[in-house]
C-alpha cells in the first residue's frame, strides 16, 4: 500500500506506510498551509542500519527504540546489541491493520529488539490524534525510547511557543554534555538563528509539560498536546539551514530522556515494557 489518506474539511493527513511509516502531509484545508517539510514523491524506504541524515529529511518519523544510534544497555543477554540511527521504526515497513477516511491503524515490529509499535491515527475536525501501543513481543522486559520527529516547515516569523512556566532548557551541545540556557531568549523563532546553524533542545526533565505550539506571523498555528504522566519529555530540534534546506522545527515530545537509549537507562529515564503489560500514550495536533 502506498498511501493512506485522512480527510475533514479542516485538515488532510497522508502516511506511508511503506515508507516507515511517515506521516508524509499536515495540510491545513482552511489555510491552505502545509506543516510539514514535503516528502519527495519517489521516496523509497531506508535499509535498516542507515544514517538517517542521508536520507530525505522531511515528513513525521517515528524514533524508537533510541534517536542516536548505541548499544542495548548492560543487564540483560541483549546488552551490546546496537541500535540503529533514530531507531528502527523509520526504516520497517507497516503493516495497516484497518482503515477509512477518518482513521487509519497500523504497526511496525522493530528489526533488533522484540516490539511492536501500533499507531491509531483519527482525525476530525482540524485534529489528527494519535494513539500509541507498545508491546514486548518476547517474554523479557525490555528498555525503550521513543520520540516523535515531526519536522515542521518554518516561516520567516513563525515562533515556538512553550507554556509560560518553562524558563530554561537544555543546550544538548553533546548527549552527555548539556547546559542551561534561558529560553526564549531569542531560540524561538528558528529564522532567526544564523545560517547553517541547528539546537538540540530540552525541556529540563524533571519540568512536565503537556503542550508545545508553532504560531505563524498570520495568526495560523499548530498546536501539539499530549499526557505527561505517560510522555514525560520534551525535545526540541531547531535547524536553520544545518540539515535542512531551510527553516524548520521538530517538537519531541518523548517517552524517555535524551536522545541515546544507554543514557536513559544510566540516568533511569527509558520506558520498561513488560510482557502483557503494554505501555501507551497518545498525541494530539490542532491546526488554527
Known amino acids: 500500500m502506498n498511501e493512506v489518506t485522512l480527510v475533514t474539511d479542516g485538515i488532510e493527513v497522508e502516511i506511508r506506510p511503506g515508507l516507515g511509516g511517515k506521516i508524509s502531509r499536515l495540510l491545513d484545508r482552511r489555510r491552505g498551509r502545509e506543516w510539514l517539510v514535503p516528502t519527495p514523491g519517489d521516496a523509497t524506504r531506508a535499509a535498516p542500519g542507515s544514517s538517517f541524515v542521508e536520507s ?4 513525521w518519523d517515528e524514533m524508537l527504540p533510541t534517536i542516536l544510534p548505541c548499544y542495548y544497555p548492560a543487564g540483560d543477554d541483549r546488552a551490546g546489541i546496537l541500535l540503529g540511527d533514530h531507531g528502527d521504526a523509520w526504516t520497517a515497513g507497516w503493516d495497516v491493520t484497518g482503515q477509512d477516511e477518518r482513521q487509519a491503524a497500523m504497526h511496525a515490529d522493530l528489526t533488533n529488539l522484540p516490539l511492536r509499535l501500533e499507531r491509531l491515527a483519527r482525525v476530525s475536525g482540524s485534529t489528527l490524534r494519535l494513539d ?13 525510547l521513543w520520540a516523535a520527529h515531526p519536522l515542521f516547515a518554518c516561516m520567516d516569523q513563525t515562533r515556538v511557543v512553550l507554556p509560560q512556566e518553562v524558563r530554561e532548557v537544555l ?3 553533546e548527549v552527555r554534555n548539556q547546559r542551561p540556557v534561558a529560553w526564549p531568549n531569542g531560540l524561538d523563532r528558528v529564522a532567526g ?13 524533571t519540568q512536565r509539560v503537556a503542550s508545545a505550539s508553532l504560531v505563524d506571523e498570520d495568526g495560523s498555528s499548530l498546536s501539539m498536546s499530549w499526557d505527561p504522566q505517560r510522555c514525560p519529555y520534551l525535545g526540541l530540534w531547531l535547524d536553520n539551514g544545518y540539515l535542512s534546506d531551510g527553516p524548520m522545527a521538530a517538537l519531541e515530545p518523548a517517552i524517555a530522556f535524551c536522545d541515546e537509549l544507554a543514557l536513559a537507562a544510566e540516568l533511569g529515564r527509558t520506558a520498561e515494557v513488560r510482557p502483557g503489560a503494554p505501555v501507551t500514550w497518545w498525541l494530539e495536533v490542532s491546526l488554527a
Open 56 to 59: 530525505p529529511l522531511c515528513g
Open 193 to 205: 538563528m544564523p545560517d547553517g546553524v541547528g539546537r538540540k533542545l530540552y525541556v529540563p526533565p
Open 171 to 173: 543546550d544538548v551541545i
Open 132 to 144: 500509541y501501543t507498545l508491546s514486548a513481543t518476547g517474554e523479557e522486559t525490555v528498555l525503550a
